[in-house]
């Protein structure tokens, strides 16, 4: 069975530029997870879906920051204009959803560099 | 708000056992998990355990809960240089979902 698929893997854009991340979670995962991981940190969540809908986005920038999942498969992380601060790796996690220790497995991410 | 600490570095030589720490603040923890982070990929769950459990042992890995210090440890056995990575401790609590809040990861160097 594929695991969460994450595309590109490496992108360097300069500040000021637009920037999209995709993520395809693993079939059947009902609920879809993105996270910001800094260097030499922890991952922190962006924006967590529920089928298709935004459930947690408190955490999300929302004057720079944006995301998609329109038919509850696969989403859209976007930032425009990216700034220097937003260098980091994203992550896309996925999980079944079903409460208790519902178990998140993550794609390999997407890092990002803004020169 | 819920933090969770680790310490940056651990090395240990082949075949000797890495104990890896960490402590959390939330006393409402209801999930503690490990996780593994090999270069340039993602996270990957090792083990979890529920916080009525003090102990849960796993092949090479033993997980150990002090729920009263709010201490959670990791034990790797024979620990080999396949095991270099990072290794993040994580923790959810009821009420809602269960936003998973990770720690800063521990490096552990495997030296032959």
């Known amino acids: 069975e594929a695991g969460v698929v994450q595309s590109p893997r490496y992108k360097i854009i300069e500040k000021k530029q637009p920037v999209a991340f995709w993520c395809n979670p693993i079939s059947g995962h009902n609920t879809l997870y993105w996270y910001r991981q800094n260097l030499g940190q922890g991952p922190e969540l962006l924006i967590r879906?529920?089928?298709?809908?935004?459930?947690?986005d408190s955490q999300l920038p929302k004057d720079r920051f944006s995301a998609e999942r329109l038919k509850g498969v696969d989403s859209t992380l976007k930032i425009q204009p990216a700034e220097l601060g937003d260098s980091a790796v994203y992550l896309c996690?996925?999980?079944?959803?079903?409460?208790?220790?519902?178990?998140?497995?993550f794609g390999p991410g997407t890092r990002l560099t803004v020169l | 708000g819920e933090d969770v600490e680790q310490s940056l570095f651990l090395s240990v030589r082949e075949g000797d056992s890495s104990v890896i720490n960490c402590t959390y603040t939330d006393s409402s923890s209801t999930y503690l998990y490990w996780y593994k982070q090999e270069p340039g990929a993602g996270l990957q769950l090792l083990t979890y355990i529920f916080s009525n459990m003090d102990m849960k042992q796993d092949q090479r890995l033993t997980v150990l809960l002090n729920k009263k210090d709010k201490h959670l440890s990791l034990r790797i056995a024979d620990t080999q240089t396949g095991d270099s990575a990072i290794y993040f401790c994580?923790?959810?609590?009821?009420?809602?979902?269960?936003?998973?809040?990770f720690g800063t990861g521990t490096k552990l160097q495997v030296i032959p």
């Open positions: 879906y529920e089928n298709e809908e935004a459930v947690d």
């Open positions: 996690a996925s999980s079944l959803g079903t409460g208790g220790a519902d178990t998140q497995y």
């Open positions: 994580a923790e959810s609590h009821s009420g809602g979902y269960q936003k998973v809040t």
